[in-house]
């Protein structure tokens, strides 16, 4: 904020990472900007990881993997459109194994996120693309911009025509309840990370 040169009272709301990612960064991440929201009387809202991760390369035109490193040969991951700046969503955020992964990534894709240079070594018959060192990694900007896309309606203070998402998942998903972290769950009065076994997936026809 110093470096932006604002102050707490100029902030509209504050936006967050709600995952998927380290559980406990998520928390920590979560828990201080809720702070800074309760003690200004600001809204926070929650952002998509992988969104903001498909933000970094907006100027791109193709198919985007996001992919995060989850350990065990498995990968958090989206895929998404991108042409003219209008970012489609292809596919949820979910928790999937290598092999159920490379069912859905398209070739020739580019590959965003710290699982990206591991995905392309693990999957060179796809023969993907890495974005450059400067746009691999999430940028905190990007959940603000992640979220003006997914509330177009919602005025910009940047510029008058921000980039915009459709989303055609979510005629599918109309009444998919707001969660936190959609890969951990409660037991035992303590939070516990673990993976969600993710749905049967069948290939995608890109063509």
């Known amino acids: 904020m110093e470096k932006a040169k604002v102050s707490l009272d100029t902030i509209d709301f504050f936006a967050v990472s709600e995952g998927p990612g380290s559980y406990t960064g998520l928390r920590i991440g979560m828990a201080e900007l809720k702070g800074l929201a309760f003690a200004c009387n600001k809204k926070c809202i929650l952002v998509s990881t992988l969104l903001s991760l498909a933000q970094n390369v907006i100027d791109y035109n193709g198919y985007v993997v996001c992919a995060l490193d989850a350990r065990v040969n498995q990968f958090y991951a989206a895929i998404f459109k991108i042409k003219d700046k209008v970012i489609t969503r292809i596919t949820e955020d979910e928790a ?51 979220y003006y896309d997914v509330h177009p309606k919602i005025e910009h203070p940047a510029t008058n025509n921000p980039p915009r998402v459709n989303h055609p998942l979510e005629t599918q ?35």
């Open 96 to 146: 999937l194994k290598l092999e159920e992964l490379e069912k859905l990534v398209p070739q020739n894709a580019l590959a965003v996120g710290d699982g990206a240079k591991l995905l392309i070594s693990k999957l060179p018959e796809k023969h993907l693309k890495i974005a450059s060192d400067d746009k691999i990694y999430q940028r905190a900007q990007n959940c603000i911009t992640a």
């Open 173 to 207: 998903y109309p009444n998919r309840p707001p969660t936190i972290c959609p890969y951990s769950h409660r037991q035992n009065n303590s939070f516990q990370h673990r993976l969600l076994p993710p749905p049967e997936q069948k290939p995608i026809d890109y063509l």
